[in-house]
């Protein structure tokens, strides 16, 4: 069985920045991609940053240059910066780890419970 376990989360004013911490914990043997996805109040679930732990890595366009995203496949961890946050980056924040378990040949998505960042003006 695999946990994700997210932290970092937290109120900030339109400017500041943040740093989101996840790890997953369990029978790993590898770590296809870990990524952080964020739903804002009656909004769909959107990608905001993916990376393979090989340096590959995928931004929003909402995003890119302001967030930085890295994953280390061998601690199979992945943190998000997040600079020069605005109130649009409001939501919560969830952390998917996209796994090959135990002995499976494929791999499976697991997803952290979430963790709130709200941004004010």
């Known amino acids: 069985q695999v946990r994700v376990v997210e932290s970092g989360g937290g109120f900030v004013q339109a400017g500041e920045s943040l740093r989101l911490s996840c790890t997953a914990i369990?029978?790993?043997?590898?770590?296809?991609?870990m990524g952080w996805y964020r739903q804002a109040p009656g909004k769909q679930r959107e990608l905001v940053a993916i990376?393979?732990?090989?340096?590959?890595?995928n931004y929003a366009d909402s995003v890119r240059g302001r967030f930085f995203i890295s994953v280390d496949g061998g601690r199979i961890t992945a943190d998000l910066q997040m600079n020069s946050l605005t109130p649009e980056d409001t939501g919560v924040y969830y952390c998917?780890?996209?796994?090959?378990?135990?002995?499976?040949?494929?791999?499976?998505?697991?997803w952290g419970q979430g963790t709130q960042v709200t941004v004010s003006s």
């Open positions: 998917n780890a996209n796994l090959r378990v135990g002995d499976k040949a494929w791999t499976y998505d697991y």
């Open positions: 369990g029978n790993i043997f590898s770590v296809n991609t």
């Open positions: 990376g393979d732990g090989g340096g590959a890595t």
